[in-house]
């Protein structure tokens, strides 16, 4: 099976750890019926800087003609506010990638690294966050005045229906028991749209449970409770900021991957972290992030199962040395493209079997 892969590396760490996303990609394509072609598709600060645009037309295009994007993270220090980010919104908006996937999953190996006492954690965390990701807030339709600024939260039942669908059928398909959605109904127009059409959709899954919580109280249940969730279905600006709050209890915002997703379409596969000029070009950002992000691209573009094993991989390497985020005094600690080795090393030789 030939796919093309575009690949944005960016700004800041996202040059060190899209590499070893690569990496993953390329012992896949040596040992499976994958074959992959890489294509570049440069955005990010430091392309703005250069042409004045952080997504120049002809990455698009590249992106757009590709069977996955892999992308890194952007920005850098001293840019006006947005001109760099406005990259990633006009991926999502441009191939209208309505999902945002975001699994929150704490490995055990891990669990020492867990900000929880352990009674919180329970019997584990793994939580797939099924953000909106095109519509609310982040529609950009707002405007800046010297004296008055404006953003509307505007969503669509088409929006909303087919969001809140993604996340039943992916519950489905995963074996959850529950699905949660999160909102402000108790204040917001659109979340009482919105949660009138949760209640519709639910109810045509008779054998999952449906759960509805205010943003303000989940936040406070995800600390409590973490161990309660499965499938967490939100709009853009809550999934925004409750996806940042989850990742920290995974041990580092290094180890959180994302998928933006338009099923059966180009989707874009991104870590969750920003491009954290303050490490940059030091070799020690987390590769696992982009790692796992590649997991993700294999399942849900590609229909695989190898996301299984390199989810395994992972958990093995993290048994035998970490870099300096989640670091451990009984192991080695591992520079990122080493870190990236080990990875390799342990899903080659599942693969070569
Ligand atoms: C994210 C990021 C983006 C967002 C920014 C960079 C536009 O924070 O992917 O969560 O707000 O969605
Ligand atoms: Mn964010």
């Avoid at 997703?261 to 070799?283: L, R, T």
Wanted: hydrophobic fraction near 35%; charge should be negative; proline fraction near 5%.
């Amino acid at each position: 099976m030939k796919k093309i892969i575009a690949f944005t590396e960016g700004d800041g760490v996202g040059k060190e750890v899209i590499p070893e996303g690569i990496k993953i990609l390329k012992i896949i394509d040596e040992y499976t019926d994958f074959e992959f072609e890489f294509k570049e598709a440069p955005a990010g600060g430091a392309v703005w800087k250069k042409h004045g645009e952080s997504l120049p037309e002809k990455s698009f295009e590249t992106i757009k003609n590709s069977d996955a994007l892999l992308f890194g993270a952007i920005g850098i220090p001293g840019l006006p506010q947005g001109v760099a980010e406005i990259a990633i919104l006009n991926i999502r908006q441009g191939l209208d990638l309505y999902v945002n996937l975001r699994p929150i999953k704490l490995y055990e190996p891990l669990r020492d690294r867990c900000p929880l006492r352990d009674e919180f954690i329970g019997d584990g965390i793994d939580i797939y966050f099924v953000r909106e990701n095109t519509e609310g807030l982040y529609k950009n339709i707002g405007y800046l005045k010297e004296n008055e600024a404006q953003n509307i939260m505007h969503y669509t039942r088409e929006g909303c229906e087919r969001i809140i669908k993604f996340a039943f059928e992916f519950a489905k398909r995963k074996g959850h028991k529950k699905v949660t959605s999160v909102d402000k109904a108790n204040i917001l127009k659109p979340s009482q749209l919105w949660r009138k059409i949760f209640h519709d959709i639910g109810s045509k899954y008779p054998n999952i449970k449906i759960e509805d919580i205010y943003i303000d109280a989940f936040c406070q249940w995800l600390i409590r409770t973490p161990y309660a969730y499965q499938t967490v279905v939100t709009g853009n600006m809550f999934g925004d900021i409750i996806s940042d709050e989850a990742a920290f209890l995974i041990g580092s915002l290094g180890m959180a991957s994302s998928g933006n997703i338009h099923p059966n379409k180009v989707s874009m596969y991104e870590p969750i972290h920003g491009s954290a000029p303050d490490i940059a070009g030091k070799n020690i950002a987390n590769p696992i992030g982009t790692i796992l992000s590649v997991k993700l691209m294999m399942e849900e573009s590609f229909q695989s199962k190898i996301g299984n094993e390199i989810e395994n991989a992972v958990e093995e390497g993290l048994k035998e040395g970490r870099t300096i985020d989640i670091e451990n005094p009984n192991l080695k600690t591992l520079s990122t493209k080493e870190m990236g080795d080990l990875i390799s090393e342990k899903l080659r030789n599942k693969l070569k079997k």
